[in-house]
């Protein structure tokens, strides 16, 4: 039988958890007034939660998780909570690029459909979180003028990871993108923060990043991390 810390091991941050109705309803009686009311139509409506980092005060037993609502007076609000790994009934990864692509805001339509169909010239795959995964998933208007877009994505190798940072480089002059880098082990960093060390041009590459995975953050070098990978696609 697998243990706590096995079961919560297997979920990595952004990822996407269906929770059980007992969940729910403990959630529910754990919030305020106003986020009582939100925490139920949630639950009413079947929507999604979102894994997080984990809290430090977490029990082996909980896994963290998020919920958004849509901006209010040019605020982010947002829900951070836990519940018990046992009552997660359905997981997934992120969603895929191209499947939220027709609910991007019209202005970023063809750059993003140009820079998924480079992406998957070259054997790439970008998975989408934040503001645009939340329109997705819940049809609430959670994209603004100011919104960016937030892509994750898995190198298999240092060439891998060096043909993506090329693509989003040139396509961030068109798009207001963000989002992160993920290493085999689930270690994110930030892929602008990576590029910012890159023009460093430390041969060495002793550059330190920001290192994020369920248990915290932590500053590593991108040698250390470039380990990680595969050397050849």
């Known amino acids: 039988m697998s243990t706590y810390v096995e079961q919560v091991e297997q979920f990595q941050r952004h990822d996407l958890v269906w929770l059980s109705h007992q969940a729910w309803e403990m959630l529910a009686m754990a919030q305020s007034p106003v986020w009582q009311h939100a925490v139920r139509d949630w639950q009413q409506q079947e929507w999604p939660a979102v894994v997080r980092r984990r809290d430090s005060d977490a029990a082996e ?57 480079d992406a998957a010239a070259h054997g790439l795959r970008f998975r989408v979180y934040g503001a645009l ?4 998933l819940t049809g609430q208007p959670h994209l603004q003028n100011v919104s960016q877009i937030d892509l994750l994505f898995r190198p298999a190798s240092q060439l891998q990871l060096q043909l993506t940072l090329q693509l989003l480089s040139c396509f961030q002059q068109r798009l207001p993108l963000d989002g992160e880098i ?34 915290g953050a932590r500053l590593c070098s991108q040698r250390d991390m470039l380990a990680l990978l595969a050397q050849s696609a």
Do not use: Y
């Not at 951070?80 to 805001?105: D, F, K, Y």
């Not at 995964?133 to 997705?136: A, D, I, L």
């Open 61 to 117: 037993s909980e896994l963290c998780i998020g919920l958004e609502l849509p901006p209010q007076d040019g605020q982010r609000r947002r829900l951070a909570t836990r519940v018990s790994v046992e009552h997660v009934i359905e997981h997934q990864s992120g969603l895929a690029l191209n499947t939220v692509l027709p609910l991007a805001l019209p202005e970023w339509q063809n750059d993003l459909r140009a820079l998924q169909q």
């Open 133 to 136: 995964s939340w329109q997705f």
């Open 182 to 215: 993920l290493f085999p082990q689930g270690q994110a960093v930030s892929w602008r923060a990576w590029n910012l060390a890159d023009s460093a041009g430390d041969v060495q590459q002793e550059q330190k990043v920001l290192v994020k995975d369920q248990m």
